[in-house]
């Protein structure tokens, strides 16, 4: 109990520390690049799904990333 305790006051913590860095220029920047690196590794992470899917299924991919086969869409 003891553990979680710690492990909720230090995510409050780090909340407000980012609340807080956030606010100024700098820190907004900061954050905006890491939404945009996360963003990016998400799409390629997303892609390579889409393409070994298709290879598996046997069928080829759509210019939009889907396949014939009735995949699964992530947006």
Do not use: C
Not at 19 to 29: D, I, S
């Amino acid at each position: 109990m003891k553990k979680l305790f710690w492990l909720i006051i230090g995510i409050g913590v780090g909340f407000i520390a980012a609340h807080f860095v956030a606010r100024n220029p700098q820190g907004k920047q900061f954050f905006d690049d890491v939404d945009s690196k996360a963003h990016q590794f998400v799409a390629a992470i997303v892609d390579g799904y889409r393409d070994r899917e298709a290879e598996l299924s046997g069928t080829p991919a759509d210019a939009d990333g889907s396949s014939a086969g009735g995949s699964v869409r992530f947006k």
